[in-house]
């Protein structure tokens, strides 16, 4: 269940163990100069086209928060005509399609998130000047989904011989509102003790994210008994109080190592301007590298919100009604770290090293958040190409001469995992 309504879920009880650390011992090679690999790799190159037309075509069908349905659609029907087996729709809305090794081996996923952030209602048509490609979620996550596509058929086609089995899915609830609805749904459904791992593919660029930004998302509700801002005049104030409260949060100090932020994204309240309002309301977001970190900082910050909502309390002795907070849970995804010596890190930086691409590492929050979380190998790596103005209305993906590149690489990360025969 999503965490987004007022389900109350602190985030002590969220706290996760960490990955654990990897053997060195194992191996981290990719097979760049097996022929059918080479194959799939050139044939990524010479069907870029096709790879960008899928782009535009998955963008602009409309994915808000919630309402992935039709996008999700699509992307079943593409990974049946590509000839996936066991394309399914499971309870939460992930799309899977499965490819079987012709042995046995590890099973992979490789995955992009079905959703946007624009709400319903906004036009998603994409233009095209050049070589970049404009419109609404165009790069996060529409060039991920056509990179899972591109590597997909490429595998397929080239019938490359891969061990194990390659799970393709398209997430739902990967942005804000949806809190990881869709990866938290299938690392506790069916599939949730077989994945050995998983591979996000979000947004543009060369770099694999392998540290998980935690999050914590509140709204805090203040209500009390309102009226006239003149006749009832020494009534507590919702809306003071509130503005104690956002006064004092930022007032905080955080730390800049491990990075940990904070900022009130949203605030509602009030009837008029005449009127002692009866509720008010903010929307808090907090993140952190460091698991440990954000609970510290949302132990600290729950209680300077029951500071001032006391304080205003106590400034109006003779109120004839009394402050009450109400805390809401709006998302919390885990902190943790999949170790910079583990394999699944290793092998995406050979697979850039065979294609002399430049891979940084970094920390970001991904779908990768949840299974990091659990201990599980996992990292989210990006399509290729250049992006730029993420989550605005003109977001743009530049394929320049090169962005073939992300899907190679990609390519070549899942076959060095799965292993080819």
């Known amino acids: 269940m999503s965490l987004r309504h007022t389900t109350r879920v602190t985030l002590a009880t969220a706290a996760v163990a960490l990955v654990p650390a990897i053997a060195l011992a194992q191996a981290a090679t990719v097979p760049a100069q097996n022929a059918t690999v080479k194959a799939a790799m050139s044939q990524i190159e010479r069907d870029n086209a096709w790879t960008l037309n899928q782009q535009v075509t998955l963008c602009e069908i409309p994915a808000p928060p919630f309402k992935e349905t039709a996008r999700g659609v699509y992307f079943r029907d593409q990974l049946?005509?590509?000839?996936?087996?066991?394309?399914?729709?499971?309870?939460?809305?992930?799309?899977?399609?499965?490819?079987?090794?012709?042995?046995?081996?590890?099973?992979?996923?490789?995955?992009?998130?079905?959703?946007?952030?624009?709400?319903?209602?906004?036009?998603?048509?994409?233009?095209?000047?050049g070589t970049r490609l404009i419109g609404p979620g165009i790069g996060d996550d529409c060039r991920g989904l056509a990179v899972t596509l591109a590597v997909t058929r490429s595998l397929l086609a080239n019938k490359v011989p891969i061990t194990g089995r390659l799970l393709i899915v398209g997430t739902v609830g990967e942005e804000g509102p949806g809190n990881l609805r869709g990866v938290r749904a299938l690392f506790t459904g069916p599939l949730r003790d077989s994945i050995d791992y998983f591979v996000s593919v979000d947004g543009t660029g060369i770099a694999i994210t392998n540290g998980a930004v935690g999050s914590a998302r509140y709204r805090f509700t203040v209500q009390g008994p309102g009226g006239h801002s003149y006749g009832a005049f020494g009534l507590v104030n919702p809306i003071h109080a509130v503005g104690r409260a956002i006064a004092a949060i930022g007032d905080m100090q955080v730390p800049t190592e491990p990075r940990t932020t904070f900022s009130v994204g949203l605030i509602t309240g009030g009837t008029s301007v005449n009127t002692i309002s009866a509720d008010a309301s903010f929307d808090l977001d907090m993140r952190s590298e460091s698991m440990a970190t954000l609970l510290e900082v949302d132990a600290k910050v729950q209680q300077l919100v029951r500071d001032a909502v006391a304080a205003e309390q106590a400034r109006w002795p003779n109120s004839r009604g009394k402050l009450e907070l109400k805390i809401d849970t709006i998302g919390i995804r885990p902190a943790g770290t999949t170790p910079d010596s583990s394999r699944i890190v290793r092998v995406a930086q050979a697979a850039a090293d065979a294609l002399k691409l430049y891979a940084p590492l970094n920390a970001s929050s991904t779908d990768a958040n949840f299974p990091i979380s659990l201990g599980i190998p996992a990292i989210t790596v990006d399509g290729g190409g250049v992006g730029r103005a993420s989550h605005s209305l003109d977001e743009s993906y530049d394929d320049r001469t090169d962005g073939f590149k992300g899907p190679q690489w990609i390519l070549l990360l899942v076959s060095g995992l799965l292993g080819v025969k």
Do not use: M, W
Request: aromatic share 2%; hydrophobic share 30%.
């Open 80 to 129: 049946t005509a590509l000839g996936l087996t066991q394309v399914r729709v499971d309870g939460e809305g992930n799309v899977i399609g499965e490819l079987r090794g012709n042995r046995s081996g590890p099973t992979v996923v490789l995955s992009g998130h079905l959703d946007t952030v624009f709400p319903e209602g906004t036009d998603v048509k994409v233009t095209r000047e």
